[in-house]
């Protein structure tokens, strides 16, 4: 039986926006209330996906969650039918409108957690939807999520979804953003590197922008899945949170035995012992990108730790290859390094590909935040929704979907517009009748 990685995109919805909403992002704040391209956006997404599919790995997706999120509105107070929510909304209270109509649910690393069954108590998969409780727009993302995730991964033979952990500040967590499963094999027994912003001792006056995940929630995921007693955890440098690494997986990526990150990722101490623990675990393999050839700056706004690493075509870890966005071929030092990286021996990274995905990049997403990696062995991976398995069949399809409803152009005001809500409840229902999933989403469901 042998298992493999299977990366799950978040497909981006035809309500992609810019609305400056994730402080601490610099990205999302540059580009706040830029006009966006909802097309362009879910095109890119899509031809990433085709891009590993032709390269030989397995590609999945997760469908964009409904938006606007009325159902939110509702518990705020607002009463009628949803159309008339929006224009009420619209008028009373506009900052919400934002919130309910982000798309942000294509960055699937932040849906959630994942442990493989090869490292589990039980020998099944264990999935746990981020509670994202840091920012207004994610926190109302998991309960769409875990419903997603039930319906993907619907067989409890194989699979076990749990709830968002408790959403209070002190169990803010983001997924797999934070979180590398490090192994040998991906169908044997590994190790998980959880990665954490802030803990009970951490002094919150010596970050400029928020530090996202809390190691009492790390802890809690590692010990629903039963791993507690083998994870390792490793805290954020604050020099790297205060630059703009919202997320671990902005200044480090890590697959196999093999952690890619930078030189000023990780708080010192906290790396020196994480790192021991890790070497004790694997056959651990750390590639460190130094500052002097990469400055945390040009990492953060070329995403170059937000690449996919993967393995080469052989399958193995020993000639890996990384998918990253043009950003890093535009970027001068960032071009430099990773030609000079592909030719040192002493690492395995020896291909690097360059994927567009620009309309996420600009919203601080890039090709790593855009998938939720699931080690799956064969038997897992058939008993996996089928529909949301893709081929290039598949891929025609849902571009023919997005080249019919999605829009060229998407300006934040465009967001008030009861039509606009009309535009997207079309989109959805034709998209849930192509995956056939029946009444999938909400408002399918009422009436
Ligand atoms: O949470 N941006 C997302 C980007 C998430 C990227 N994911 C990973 N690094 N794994 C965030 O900051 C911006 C939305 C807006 O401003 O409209 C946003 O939510």
Known sequence: ????????????????????????????????????????????????????????????????????????????????????????????????????????????????????????NDGRVHFTPANLVTTAHRAIEHEQTQRCLQTVFADKKYFSVHSALPPQARFADEGAANHTRLTTDYGQRGVGLYVYGRDMHTDATKLKFPARQTLEASEAIARQHGVLDSAVFLQQSSTAINVGAFHNDVVAVGNGPVLFFHEQAFQPDSQKQAFAELYRAIPFQPVCVPAEKVSLSDAITSYLFNSQLLVGDDGSFDSMRLIAPT???????????????????????????????RQSMSNGGGPACLRLRVALTDEELSAVHPEFLLDEQKIDQLQQWVKIHYREELAPCDLKSPDFLNECYTAFDELSQLLKLGSYYEFQREC
């Open 327 to 357: 950003e890093c071929r535009d970027n001068d030092s960032v071009n430099r390094y990773l030609s000079e990286l592909v030719d040192d021996p002493s690492q395995p990274i020896r291909e690097v590909k360059f994927v567009d995905v």
């Open 1 to 120: 039986m042998s298992t493999s990685e299977v990366n799950f995109d978040g497909l981006i919805g035809p309500n992609h926006n810019y609305s400056g909403l994730a402080f601490g992002n610099l990205a999302s704040s540059r580009n706040a209330k830029n006009v966006s391209s909802p097309r362009q956006a879910a095109l890119q997404g899509l031809e990433k996906m085709r891009t590993l599919h032709r390269l030989g790995y397995r590609q999945g997706f997760l469908p964009p969650q409904l938006r606007p999120d009325i159902k939110v509105l509702r518990r705020l107070g607002f009463s009628g039918s949803d159309r008339n929510i929006i224009g009420k909304v619209a008028r009373q209270a506009p900052a919400l409108i934002p919130m309910v109509y982000s798309a942000s649910s294509m960055w699937a690393a932040n849906a959630a957690t994942v442990t493989p069954s090869a490292d589990s």
